[in-house]
């Protein structure tokens, strides 16, 4: 009897923690479609200058007496409202953010925010673009490159600021910039194109696997990666990354005709000091010096688009952004 009654309690704690799990599961998936529905596509505007007082005003009230901390935010205070009533003639910059991965899969929001600033944009402003980009495939990292060749054509001045990595499709967006600026240990160039691909033929040929690949034109595929690659195949794929490589340096031309394209469309990097001598970029400065210059002078504000996802499209965004990030380290 007693058995009885310790496995139907055991039955019964298993049950109640299945439908709670299952309860709170359904919670989750309902608050998050209530703040999907909520929260739609938009823009985030972040006010960088409010940012930069606040942060100051919270270190000197920890640092000053509070006399002295009192005196200086009410005349921080009048200064501001002496701003405010500048406001029709201070002029902005439009910081954006780039995070580039293999698919460059940034660029969906980024082609909204440039248009967003194209319809917002007056004569004086202009736009930092923060890049963080080692590269990756040739029609995305185009995409991405033409989209800031939209603010080029309505010459709106452009700077790109490379803190870490701006390399092959990270220097191809850079390179349209009216000026780059980057860190000192910063990583640019890689100006080159590669492809690769395993070819198991031979281990499925071992085990007595045949494989077929039918093709209507001669080159419709050069590589595979089951098939039996031939020569020609391989001579046909060389010549398409040669074509590849010369669009690119035709690209650079363009915007950086001062190049030495012989010299630094080897495939090569350089950190920021040797790409400086080189005239890949045009002078050595953090994101953050540049910021804190021009506050002095201009509004900045830090633009970003947020795009509806559901639940499901959110979990597995972040699967696939993980998931670029570990290839990006590879």
Do not use: C
């Not at 600033?117 to 673009?129: N, S």
């Not at 209507?216 to 089951?226: Q, S």
């Amino acid at each position: 009897m007693i058995n009885a009654l310790i496995d139907y309690g055991l039955f019964l704690a298993k049950t109640a923690t299945i439908l709670i799990g299952v309860g709170l599961l359904l919670v989750v998936l309902v608050r998050s479609r209530r703040r999907g529905h909520m929260d739609g596509d938009h823009l985030d505007i972040t006010d960088l200058n409010d940012r930069y007082r606040s942060m100051a005003h919270q270190l000197k009230r920890a640092s000053m007496p509070k006399k002295a901390f009192l005196k200086l935010l009410k005349s921080d205070k009048k200064a501001q409202k002496s701003r405010d009533k500048e406001v029709d003639s201070r002029k902005r910059a439009f910081v954006i953010d780039f995070h580039g991965d293999i698919k460059a899969t940034e660029v969906a929001s980024l082609r909204e925010v440039i248009t967003s600033v194209l319809m917002e944009a007056e004569e004086g402003d202009q736009v930092l673009v923060r890049l963080e980009n080692a590269g990756g495939m040739v029609t995305e990292h185009g995409l991405a490159a033409s989209q800031l060749m939209r603010l080029r054509d309505r010459s709106i001045p452009l700077t790109v600021a490379v803190d870490k990595v701006a390399a092959s499709g990270g220097y191809l967006m850079a390179v349209v910039a009216d000026r780059i600026i980057a860190a000192p240990f910063a990583v640019l160039g890689s100006i080159g194109v590669v492809a690769q691909l395993p070819n198991f033929h031979r281990v499925l040929e071992k085990h007595g696997v045949e494989y077929e690949l039918h093709t209507a034109g001669d080159y419709k595929r050069t590589l595979t990666l089951f098939g039996e690659n031939t020569e020609d195949g391989r001579a046909k794929l060389r010549d398409q990354l040669e074509d590849t490589h010369g669009l690119f340096k035709d690209f650079i031309r363009e915007y950086r005709p001062d190049l030495d394209l012989a010299r630094v469309a080897t495939g090569e990097y350089w950190h920021g000091r040797q790409a400086l001598e080189l005239g890949l970029i045009d002078a050595i400065e953090t994101s953050d010096d540049f910021l804190m210059r021009a506050a002095e002078k201009v509004d900045l504000y830090l633009v970003s688009y947020a795009a509806h996802k559901r639940p499901l499209e959110r979990l597995l965004s972040s699967m696939s952004a993980a998931w670029m990030r570990v290839l990006n380290m590879l």
